[in-house]
């Protein structure tokens, strides 16, 4: 069981990398985040 | 067991600047902008800090679930369920930076209340569940259609401390745009860090939604806390040490547990910070032990 779940986190990365999810996690975080500095 | 200890400080030195490298930043009012940023750190380091070289998994996370498809994200998903896998809340005595900060704040001479907890430490799931999960994919705008990141807005200390004073410091345009929610993060900020100063690591046992994500996987992480029964003499001394009240001797996987090693240190050789090998974790005989 454990060594399934390791194995499914890894699939879900890869996965999470082929749809391009990091770069949409870069193009927010490239930008100061208003919300996050209380500004919003 | 000094060693132990040094070995934390030195880790959480470490990791804390290898998750925030530009300092100069903090002078500046910038913010790093490079391909490092597609990666989140397993700590909660908030990627609007100029110091940041990389992602807050839980502001990407919610990056996602407020976004146009209210989806949640895998790669995130990924990272949080490898990360709690192997190393379970280890990231948070070790690797997370906030904690690295209550563990300085904590050092400030103030009287100390050691408090379980109860009842307090469910309120990070609730945290996790409404301002993570939740109130960003029911609370939409009614243009936009898209969500906001409750968390970030109306709660991360880290964002407040280490992202919004150094920015707002050192620009003027952004700071004359503060009103009542920056009261209000600062104020959030400032309780918590006056509470974390009185009981140990506060925040990350009360509100941190990562903790709360990690804790799920105290119990089977690869990396793991052990007690050999032949060797306790139920002393009680470790339960005297913990910072966090539980007692690790009988509960040596507490979901609280951040293998800070205090306990290792006054224990006589029973309890002990082990790693289950890889041929262990992947062995059926070692899911029959458990």
Redesign the interface.
Known sequence: ???A??I??????????V?G??????R??????L?????? | MLKLIKTRLFAQTVFFFLQNPFIKNFFTGE???G?A????TPGLN???CPAAAM?CPI??AQ??FA?AKHSI??????????A???FGRFICGYVCPMGFFQDFIYKIKTPKLRLKLKIARYVKYVVLAVFVIVLPMLILHPLSGLG??WF??YI?PM??IF??FP??ASNEA?RS???G??????AVALAIIGTSAVIYRFFCRVICPLGAVYSLFNG?ALVRMGCDRRKCTSCNRCEKVCNICITPATQPNSPECMRCGNCVRECGGALKIESKSAYD??SRNN?RSH
């Open positions: 069981m454990r060594a779940f390791l499914i986190g890894i699939v879900l990365i890869i996965c999470g990398v749809q999810e990091p770069d949409e996690i870069m927010k975080a490239v930008t100061v985040c919300e996050c500095i209380g500004i919003g | 913010i790093y902008r391909s940023k597609r990666v989140c908030c990627y609007s992602s502001g990407a990056l996602f976004g994200s895998l790669f995130v998903t990924g990272i949080l369920l490898t709690g896998m192997v906001e990141a970030c807005k991360c964002g407040t992202a919004a920015i707002l952004l745009l503060t009103g929610l920056f009261a209000w993060k600062t089977v974790y992947f899911e």
